[in-house]
């Protein structure tokens, strides 16, 4: 049998109001007693600040199994008696002076003060009536208060301003002056300070409506939509990289146009809502809607792309997929829902009405993309939307619609190629072939390995002649103990050799030494070039002892040049080999240094329009061009 405390205060009449004088400090609390009081806003917090840590939500911190969080638990308890606080074991316990009974107890270091004992009382008397959270609770409009200064009045909000002041004794501030409340403005529309002439401009207006002019024209600028898609872009996520491994850059910035321009055309918050969530679902358009509208609408899905991904090849790809529905699901949730749904991935949530079952039903939604678990580490991880720029729209509608035909030619002829290749295979004669098959014999082959005399063995097409030396050339050791020629400047000259075209593929090349000293530092080993005719053809060039190639019709306007980067080692034997594709394109140029090809050779230039390379008069010439470009002490051997 429970025995009632005797709560010792005395409550006297006066006037319609109830003032308990608490025996404790006889502090009066005045509650007008015909409005009833609110759960949120005078009960909740005194139970959360006194009561809840260990009567509330938090199972594991729970005393005595009780919850006064919940009213049907409280009731069911019988801890409150809702209309009779006389019978009610809260206000037995909040009241009672004995330690061992009195709530909270002393341990905690908590003590509810006479008003809040007097609140809670009035509160139970009253029915005991709980509240959801502020946020449940469809908001109702109010009557617009009156105030004593009608005057300063200018619009309902105003009013409410007005009358919290009056009840504290305070005053309006004084209007600000124009300079500052135009940078407040702009600060707060657009981010970003104003511009002098715009200040100046409001300031000297006459109108009535400056200050909503001045309004309109921040929220008619570009600035306003960033400014605002700022914000919204925190709360959707939105990031330019993946976020986790390498982190890696994303390509996603038409969905934050997307975001920007929904701003700035004030889109109804409805459709910005159902766009993002699920523009891509969305089959009604509205009348009139074009082809670029209803791509926009998809893009707005760009929402549900920004979680975090990874690429890390150790992880469990279905933990993964979870994880990022999981991370969709709690995203709506906190964006549109406001509400920290997270708490119920693990358990039914403490405070919010969800469920664990709830937020599973609530992701199942959001699990059926076919987003992979890892990113591929690329910028465009698929599924992908390809968005033309606006200018290429057009064209790019139309490319999509002849697709379907050029794949179906293709199809056909490639279908149809190979009886009509091996047609062609049969009816080739002998002549035919040799004529399109590679190269096997050099067109020219010059040896210069005799060791002695003025002239050295040539080989045109396999046929054998001796050519002449000129009288600056020499002889030295050239590689592996064999003779080779030491070239100071033209060497020889041949009329009619090298003449190629530019659309000609073509190989050159030669076992080379260049001396120690750098004297000469920019020569030509061997070239077709006419410099009367703005340097007109080909060259095998040494600049700095990098081995590189021109390919010219007019220098420097119409013209290619590569160049090696690494350098050759002096007084060293190299063989040196110069390949070209007939391209045009600087990757047609291969370069090699005993065999190996030289990575990212300097294009030097790039001007070439693919015109003739031919020089038609100018001979072949080793060791130098035509006129100038020497090469000096140039160990030289096996050109071919």
Not at 610 to 627: D, L, Q
């Amino acid at each position: 049998m429970r025995l009632p405390i005797q709560r010792g205060s005395l409550t006297l009449r006066f006037a319609g109001f109830a003032i308990a004088l608490v025996q404790i400090g006889l502090t009066p609390e005045i509650v007008r007693a015909e409005e009833p009081l609110s759960y949120n806003e005078h009960i909740r917090p005194i139970l959360v600040e006194n009561c809840f840590s260990c009567h509330g939500a938090d199972s594991a911190s729970r005393k005595a199994d009780l919850r006064l969080d919940r009213r049907d638990d409280a009731i069911e308890y019988g801890a409150i008696i809702a209309g009779d606080p006389d019978s009610t074991v809260l206000l037995d316990r909040i009241y009672s002076d004995d330690p061992e009974e009195v709530m909270p107890p002393p341990e905690i270091k908590k003590t509810l003060s006479a008003q809040q004992k007097a609140l809670l009382t009035q509160w139970i008397k009253q029915g005991a009536e709980y509240e959801p959270h502020w946020s449940f609770i469809p908001p109702t409009r109010v009557p617009v208060p009156k105030v004593k200064k009608q005057d300063w009045v200018r619009n309902p909000i105003d009013a409410f301003i007005l009358s919290k002041l009056e009840a504290e004794g305070l005053l309006p501030a004084a209007e600000t002056d124009r300079r500052t409340l135009a940078r407040r403005l702009s600060y707060d529309l657009t981010g970003l300070p104003p511009e002098p002439a715009v200040v100046e401009a409001f300031v000297l207006d006459p109108h009535a409506d400056a200050y909503e002019r001045l309004v309109d024209s921040f929220l008619s600028k570009l600035e306003w939509g960033e400014h605002r898609a700022r914000h919204w872009l925190d709360y959707a996520r939105y990031a330019d990289t993946h976020g986790i491994h390498f982190d890696n850059f994303r390509e996603i910035w038409t969905y934050r146009q997307w975001v920007i321009n929904a701003f700035n055309r004030n889109m109804p918050f409805d459709q910005f809502t159902i766009l993002q969530l699920a523009g891509d679902l969305v089959t009604d358009h509205g009348p009139g809607a074009t082809p670029d509208q209803i791509l926009d609408n998809k893009i707005a899905t760009g929402f549900n792309r920004c979680n975090m991904t990874t690429n890390e090849g150790g992880i469990i790809d279905e933990e993964y997929i979870v994880l990022y529905a999981r991370d969709r699901t709690e995203t709506t949730a906190q964006v549109f829902m406001g509400l920290t749904a997270g708490c119920a991935v693990c358990h039914d949530h403490k405070f919010d009405p969800l469920s664990q079952k709830e937020f599973y039903e609530l992701s199942a939604f959001f699990n059926n993309t076919t987003q992979r678990a890892k990113d591929g580490n690329v910028y465009n991880t698929p599924p992908v939307l390809a968005v033309p720029l606006a200018q290429d729209r057009t064209r790019f509608r139309k490319i999509q619609k002849e697709l379907p035909v050029a794949r179906a030619a293709l199809a056909t002829r490639k279908k149809n190629a190979k009886t009509e290749f091996h047609t062609w295979v049969q009816s080739l004669t002998e002549d035919q072939v040799l004529a399109v098959r590679p190269q096997e014999t050099p067109l020219v082959d010059i040896a210069f390995s005799e060791g002695e005399g003025n002239a050295t063995k040539a080989s045109f097409l396999g046929k054998q002649t001796t050519i002449p030396l000129s009288d600056s050339t020499s002889w030295l050791p050239g590689p592996s103990g064999m003779p080779a020629a030491l070239v100071n400047g033209k060497a020889l000259e041949l009329s009619s050799a090298g003449d190629f075209e530019h659309d000609q593929p073509f190989t050159i090349s030669c076992w080379v030494k260049l001396p120690k000293e750098d004297g000469n530092k920019n020569f030509s080993i061997a070239s077709r070039m006419d410099e009367s005719n703005a340097h007109r053809g080909w060259d095998l060039w040494v600049e700095d002892r990098r081995v590189g190639m021109h390919l010219i019709h007019k220098w420097p306007e119409d013209a290619l040049k590569v160049v090696a980067k690494k350098q050759l080692k002096p007084d060293v034997w190299t063989l040196v080999t110069l390949s070209y594709n007939g391209s045009g394109n600087p990757g047609g140029i291969k370069i090699y240094y005993d065999g190996v090809v030289q990575q990212k050779p300097k294009v030097a230039n790039n001007k070439f329009k693919k015109n003739t390379t031919r020089t038609e008069t100018a001979p072949f010439v080793i060791g130098s061009r035509t006129k100038g470009s020497p090469a000096k002490n140039l160990g030289l051997t096996n050109v071919s």
